[in-house]
């Protein structure tokens, strides 16, 4: 089954975000969108293959002003 993550919201006003899935180390980050305005949450995003063996995984914005957010996500393996 394909796992999601989803973002309902993201506070601040420095649209664009770029949404990254990293592991949870931060040695590996995939690129997978890119949020320009608060109309187009919530986005639903699919976990990419890299992420398929694992329960961590980290959500990293990234604004228009160079700020990085992150949030570790625990998943179910199923």
Do not use: A, H, R
């Not at 976990?47 to 980290?58: A, G, Q, R």
């Amino acid at each position: 089954m394909l796992q999601q993550v989803i973002i309902s919201s993201i506070s601040g006003t420095s649209y664009p975000y770029n949404v990254y899935l990293c592991d949870y180390t931060l040695s590996y980050c995939d690129l997978v969108t890119t949020v320009n305005s608060s109309g187009e949450l919530p986005i639903y995003i699919d976990l990419p293959s890299e992420f398929s063996y694992t329960n961590n995984v980290i959500v990293k914005l990234v604004d228009s002003n160079g700020c990085e957010v992150f949030t570790p996500i625990t998943c179910t393996i199923l």
